[in-house]
């Protein structure tokens, strides 16, 4: 059964500062990862997804990487800003039996300070 | 493409009583999922459709749950006899592939509260 494990918990860095959020999952037969942000009692955003045969994707200030042989990505946030203060879920879609669901970590709680 | 729309955004109810959302998918989507959320934790997979048919049930989705999607459109999820326990963020996702791709893209959730 896979499992993610999403770590820190909770981050709290001033505005301005490069900061990296960590996923780990279980088992590395997957079809990809996705990185997600949700606001406070909203739905889901996709920020980067991430192919299994891919190493990294980046949009604008955040850059996804992903080592599926370790089982780990990491979200790397460059100069955060305010706006960036969310929950930051990372997902995996696994290449086995039930490889239509994604299994989520618990999520990052970000707050960025002016 | 006006993204994954739910209805109702809130709803509360009292225990017992039963209650029903919906989910409208991207349009061309045939893939629909719904996954449900509690406070502090990851969305956890509930069921999945392809086109009209249900192809799977976690174990989580209880005999009081039932979800259809007739047509291959739009879904509902119906609970019945709702438990505190029920109360959670109901979240409805559709993507138009599978294979190596199959984005899933998420609805804003409908947050149900059982008093």
């Known amino acids: 059964k896979q499992e993610v494990t999403q770590i820190p918990a909770a981050l709290s860095v001033p505005e301005g500062e490069n900061l990296v959020l960590n996923c780990s999952f279980t088992?590395?037969?997957?079809?990809?990862l996705q990185w997600f942000r949700q606001d406070p009692g909203k739905g889901l955003t996709s920020l980067l997804l991430?192919?299994?045969?891919?190493r990294e994707q980046t949009s604008g200030r955040l850059n996804a990487s992903l080592d599926k042989s370790s089982g780990r990505s990491t979200l790397y946030i460059a100069a955060s800003q305010p706006g960036d203060s969310a929950t930051y879920l990372c997902?995996?879609?696994?290449?086995?039996?039930?490889?239509?669901?994604?299994?989520f970590g618990k999520g990052t709680l970000l707050t960025v300070n002016p | 493409d006006t993204g994954v729309s739910q209805d109702p955004r809130h709803k509360i109810t009292k225990r017992g009583q039963n209650v029903t959302f919906r989910c409208d998918p991207i349009?061309?989507?045939?893939?629909l999922y719904w996954y449900r959320q509690t406070l502090g934790q990851g969305p956890e997979f509930l069921t999945y459709?392809?086109?009209?048919?249900?192809?799977?049930k976690s174990r989580l989705l209880s005999d009081r749950f039932s979800a259809e999607r007739p047509k291959g459109s739009f879904s509902t999820l119906e609970i019945q006899r709702t438990e505190q326990g029920d109360s959670a963020m109901y979240l409805c996702?559709?993507?138009?592939?599978?294979?190596?791709?199959?984005?899933?893209?998420f609805g804003p959730g409908t947050r149900l509260l059982v008093l």
């Open positions: 996702a559709s993507s138009l592939a599978l294979g190596v791709m199959g984005t899933q893209y």
């Open positions: 088992d590395s037969a997957i079809y990809n």
């Open positions: 991430i192919q299994s045969s891919q």
């Open positions: 997902a995996v879609r696994s290449s086995g039996g039930s490889n239509y669901k994604l299994t």
């Open positions: 349009s061309e989507h045939n893939r």
């Open positions: 459709f392809q086109n009209e048919a249900q192809l799977e």
